[in-house]
């Protein structure tokens, strides 16, 4: 079964502060991919990254990366010196690579970053 | 090039009323994905649309239900709405390119739905 876990609901650093949002997944597929998504308090959802489940690189953005390790079913989200515009809902997720093409989404991390 | 649109932004019914949602795809995308996100629940897989067919339904009871017309938009119906329905209800498109290829999905800026 397809399964996205994020265990922090909610989570509060002081800008500037490094902070790391945590995503542990479950699927019998080899082929798969997993995403992280923004959801800012306006509501929409704003696509971050992608990866496919044979690409295990690490990823950096600006002051995001990306850790992907299929030993341990994770794909965690690191901001660094954070800012008061990323205070919004992170979503992981995961898609398997077949017909389905549903999107099974983690029920998302709260992130505030206090002044 | 415009995003995905859906209508209306903000819908207020009573309970046991019906509900209708509207999608309009990216220009070009044949697919349309509606999801889900009630307060705690997250966001959940609600139905997908792919050349005006239903191709798969997330674990949703029947009273929800929806069609996609032949220029690809879709309407998402809720009958005897439940307080419970209450939610952001988001769309997605989605151009399928084949088996082989991953098919990115965009999302619209949602429909809040508030049932009284």
């Known amino acids: 079964a397809q399964k996205v876990t994020q265990a922090q609901t909610e989570i509060s650093v002081v800008e500037k502060e490094d902070v790391t949002l945590d995503c542990v997944y479950e699927?019998?597929?080899?082929?798969?991919?997993l995403f992280w998504y923004k959801q800012p308090p306006s509501g929409e959802l704003v696509f971050l990254i992608r990866?496919?489940?044979?690409?295990?690189q690490n990823e950096i953005s600006g002051r995001y990366s990306w850790n992907f390790q299929k030993s341990t079913s994770s794909f965690n989200f690191t901001i660094t010196a954070s800012q008061v515009v990323d205070s919004a809902v992170y979503f992981c997720a995961l898609s398997e690579a077949h017909r389905d093409d549903k999107i099974i989404f983690g029920k998302g991390t709260r992130l505030h970053i206090l002044p | 090039e415009a995003g995905v649109t859906q209508s209306p932004t903000h819908l207020i019914k009573t309970r046991g009323q019906q509900a209708t949602l509207r999608c309009s795809p990216i220009?070009?995308?044949?697919?349309v994905y509606w999801y889900q996100q009630a307060l705690g629940l997250g966001l959940q897989f609600l139905l997908w649309y792919d050349e005006g067919e239903e191709r798969n339904r997330g674990n949703f009871p029947p009273r929800f239900s929806g069609r996609q017309f032949p220029n690809y938009s879709s309407e998402l119906n809720v009958n005897a709405l439940e307080l419970e329905d209450s939610a952001l209800y988001l769309c997605?498109?989605?151009?399928?390119?084949?088996?082989?290829?991953?098919?990115?999905?965009?999302f619209g800026p949602g429909t809040r739905l508030t049932v009284l």
């Open positions: 220009s070009g995308h044949t697919s």
């Open positions: 990866r496919n489940s044979f690409d295990e």
């Open positions: 997605a498109s989605s151009l399928v390119l084949g088996t082989s290829s991953y098919n990115e999905q965009f």
């Open positions: 699927t019998r597929d080899t082929t798969y991919y």
